[in-house]
């Protein structure tokens, strides 16, 4: 593991360096002088995908891309604290303004997560940006892109289209901050003195390329005049064809603390049913931000928010037990004493080894009766022969219960996935009995409405779909 950091490490110095030595050109091309609330839709990746035939083995790669994730996640809690206090509350007067944009799946850019269409520069172009509450730090694809670009399905931006883009300079505050949002140092370019971001990921992928400001639209009445944000131009990895990525985590540059000052420190999101739903009702979510997004605030019931202090940007709940057709699992409780995360960027539920086998015998009893057992698939061990439409009609409803009674009543569409045809599994996953972490994966959160009281220091949890 020090051979693959010391490999890791250096490769990015490469990429660094290589990023000045041809910035010249880079600069001779014109970048280097050009200097309420929110409701906008959510929808899965799937909707830019323009292959029908795809589906089986892109959601195979895709629990690759996400088990590599879970392990970067507990490799970042392992080497910290596990300690988990509650975050300090911050009063303040509610806000009414509120901005909101559709938010889509996203299987069809490559991504079992999900995207809006951002808007940036002027004039505003849209993006599709993948929405992450585990990330802390927003980038997308720029031109020229000086060492490299992955495929999109938007055209690429364009800095120097921009009227009001502009590099930051090293010793902007900005630059300052950038390290608790990427977790890597900040490098300074020698031609332009331009701050230069380096974004890492745990499945190896990373974005490269300057600390940039410009304008930021989430709807064309609403913008934010000077979002900060990175222009990569060096993109590599599992980003699937989006434009790349914004960060909702809790951090001083994410997107959610940029828009606080002027919607509050609050946000809610509903994702859509994905591909293995058929006939999906929901096809279409909302990501919406500002204090007004949690309105009504009484169809919500909430659970608190919780802060690791060395992993202070992730957003954690206190796990208190799971039912399955209405009776608990029976585990001690001490088995849900582990930090568990809620996390727009996993796709598949991780539970510790003793809960997980405890729900799969409980689930395997009831359905074992109707359905004959299948082989698993990747991380999936819990399999039945049939299509997921049949085996839901009979599947139980399994409830995860988090501290003050908030918790997540599943059906068949959160708790099943048709990875073949005819073959259906369970959509969680355990974790090793040294990985003592949950986390509360995307699937299981669909066409619910979940709500992030930062300010106070809650999340809650609303049935009802994404209307």
Same mark, same amino acid.
């Given at each position: 593991m020090s051979l693959f950091w010391f490999l890791v490490f250096f490769a990015h110095l490469a990429i660094a360096s290589s990023l000045v030595e041809i910035e010249v050109y880079f600069a001779d091309n014109g970048l280097r002088h050009k200097q309420s609330g929110m409701h906008l839709k959510l929808y899965h990746v799937k909707a830019l995908n323009s292959s029908p035939n795809s589906t089986s083995v892109l959601f195979t790669d895709m629990l690759a891309k996400d088990e590599e994730r879970v392990r970067y996640l507990h490799s970042r809690l392992s080497n910290n604290s596990d300690?988990?206090?509650?975050?300090?509350?911050?009063?303040?007067?509610?806000?009414?303004?509120?901005?909101?944009?559709?938010?889509?799946?996203?299987?069809?850019?490559?991504?079992?997560?999900?995207?809006?269409?951002?808007?940036?520069?002027?004039?505003?172009?849209?993006?599709?940006?993948?929405?992450?509450?585990?990330?802390?730090?927003?980038?997308?694809?720029?031109?020229?892109?000086?060492?490299?670009?992955?495929?999109?399905?938007?055209?690429?931006?364009?800095?120097?289209?921009?009227?009001?883009?502009?590099?930051?300079?090293?010793?902007?505050?900005?630059?300052?901050?950038?390290?608790?949002?990427?977790?890597?140092?900040?490098?300074?370019?020698?031609?332009?003195?331009?701050?230069?971001?380096?974004? @890492?990921?745990?499945?190896? !992928?990373?974005?490269? /390329?300057? =600390? #940039?400001?410009?304008?930021?639209? %989430? +709807? &064309?009445?609403?913008?934010?005049?000077?979002?900060?944000?990175?222009?990569?131009?060096?993109?590599?990895?599992?980003?699937?064809?989006?434009?790349?990525?914004?960060?909702?985590?809790?951090?001083?540059?994410?997107?959610?603390?940029?828009?606080?000052?002027?919607?509050?420190?609050?946000?809610?999101?509903?994702?859509?049913?994905?591909? @293995?739903?058929?006939?999906? !009702?929901?096809?279409? /979510?909302? =990501? #919406?931000?500002?204090?007004?997004? %949690? +309105? &009504?605030?009484?169809?919500?019931?909430?659970?608190?928010?919780?802060?690791?202090?060395?992993?202070?940007?992730?957003?954690?709940?206190?796990?208190?037990?799971?039912?399955?057709?209405g009776r608990p699992i029976g585990v001690a409780a001490s088995s849900y004493k582990v930090p568990t995360i809620i996390d727009s960027g996993t796709v598949i539920t991780r539970l510790p080894a003793p809960v997980y086998n405890a729900l799969k015998n409980a689930f395997v009893a009831i359905l074992s009766k109707k359905y004959e057992k299948a082989p698993g698939v990747a991380i999936l061990d819990t399999c039945f022969k049939g299509s997921v439409e049949g085996i839901s009609a009979g599947a139980p409803e399994i409830a995860l219960i988090f501290k003050g009674g908030a918790g997540l009543q599943l059906k068949g569409h959160n708790t099943l996935l048709e990875l073949e045809k005819g073959v259906t599994c369970l959509a969680f996953a355990g974790n090793s009995e040294g990985n003592s972490i949950a986390i509360i994966g995307n699937y299981q959160q669909q066409t619910f409405k979940v709500a992030y009281d930062v300010a106070n220091s809650k999340l809650g949890f609303a049935p009802g779909g994404c209307q």
């Open positions: 300690t988990i206090t509650s975050s300090d509350n911050k009063v303040g007067v509610p806000k009414p303004k509120l901005v909101s944009t559709p938010l889509k799946p996203g299987l069809l850019i490559g991504s079992g997560n999900y995207y809006a269409k951002i808007g940036l520069g002027t004039p505003i172009k849209y993006y599709s940006l993948i929405v992450d509450t585990g990330s802390s730090f927003s980038w997308l694809q720029c031109q020229p892109c000086t060492i490299y670009c992955h495929a999109q399905v938007d055209p690429i931006f364009n800095p120097s289209a921009s009227k009001t883009y502009k590099t930051l300079p090293c010793p902007s505050p900005q630059c300052s901050s950038l390290k608790a949002s990427t977790l890597n140092e900040p490098s300074c370019s020698k031609v332009s003195n331009a701050c230069v971001y380096k974004a @890492s990921y745990g499945d190896s !992928s990373f974005s490269l /390329g300057y =600390l #940039s400001q410009d304008v930021l639209a %989430l +709807t &064309p009445s609403e913008t934010l005049p000077n979002f900060v944000y990175g222009c990569g131009q060096d993109n590599q990895g599992l980003f699937g064809r989006s434009a790349g990525i914004i960060g909702l985590a809790n951090d001083k540059l994410s997107l959610l603390e940029q828009l606080s000052g002027k919607y509050g420190n609050a946000f809610s999101y509903c994702l859509p049913t994905s591909f @293995s739903t058929p006939n999906p !009702s929901n096809k279409e /979510g909302f =990501l #919406s931000i500002g204090t007004s997004s %949690l +309105t &009504p605030y009484s169809s919500y019931k909430f659970t608190p928010l919780l802060k690791n202090p060395k992993v202070p940007s992730l957003y954690f709940i206190e796990f208190t037990s799971i039912n399955v057709a």
